[in-house]
Each structure stands twice: as C-alpha cells, then as structure tokens.
C-alpha cells in the first residue's frame, strides 16, 4: 500500500483568543472552563477527521468494526437518534453511563494523535492532561442528543 501524504493540521497560527462563556445559577458558572477555540485546525484537517469518521462509521456498518469499538444506536430507546459511536483508548458503558473495563477497544489511530500532539503543542490543551480516550459521535440530520 502506498504511503500516504501527511496532510498539514495547521495552515496558520491557531486564533489564541479564546471565546469564553459563562451561565450563572446563582455563586455557581456552569459554564466555567468552557472555552472555544476558533481556527484551531486548518480547513484541510477538519476534512481529514470528517472523512476519516465517516469511514470507520461506514467500516462499522458493514461489520468491520466490532463492538463495542463501533456502537450504533438502536430500539425504542433510541428513537430519534441514530447516533454512532466510535470508542478509543478507553470503553464508555453507555447503559450504566460510566467508564468501563479499558483495554476491550483499540488505543487512538494516528489521526488522533496527531491532533492531540497539536493542540498540546500550540497551548489549546495543556500537556499534564493529555487524554488517552475519545469518544466519536456521528447523528444524522435532525438527531440530537437526548436530554440527559
């Protein structure tokens, strides 16, 4: 198999001013720590990580992705949302809402650590907190997540 292009993650300087957002039920920001990044990735990126989920949901799909790596919503419990789910580094046990056994789903791919390594180096996550799981969600049009 040929080797592929390494595609640039960042064409330019990511946009350093951070958006931050604040919502006040009474002493208590529910919102604190909540910041937005605009221009974190380049466009060329963005559509690098779009196309890659799309393919391991279609891979999914098709069976070659198993579970609980790939999960597809399913029943009258999930009406309305036909979420997929990609899990990394770590399961999260949906049904219980909580973390599960770890080593039952693969580490990250490549692509992820790539865009862990380049927010770490361009201060949009710090280094002490680098995540070692993913959760990928994928609706379809007019899905949400339900209330929680």
Do not use: W
Not at 29 to 43: F, N, P, Q, T, Y
């Amino acid at each position: 198999m040929p080797k592929r292009k390494r595609r640039s993650i960042s064409s330019a300087t990511p946009n350093l001013t951070p958006q931050t957002f604040s919502l006040m039920d009474g002493n208590i920001d529910l919102l604190e720590g909540l910041v937005m990044h605009k221009e974190a990735i380049s466009e060329e990126f963005e559509n690098e990580l779009i196309e890659f989920v799309q393919a391991q949901c279609e891979k999914g799909r098709r069976g070659g992705i198993k579970k609980p790596t790939y999960l597809r919503a399913a029943g009258a419990r999930s009406q309305g949302n036909q979420r997929e789910s990609l899990m990394y580094g770590g399961f999260f046990d949906f049904n219980r809402a909580r973390p599960g056994k770890r080593g039952i789903v693969p580490p990250f791919p490549p692509i992820l650590e790539r865009l862990v390594d380049h927010l770490i180096n361009n201060n949009l996550l710090p280094a002490d907190v680098r995540p070692d799981s993913c959760i990928i969600n994928q609706y379809d049009r007019n899905d949400c997540i339900p209330p929680q």
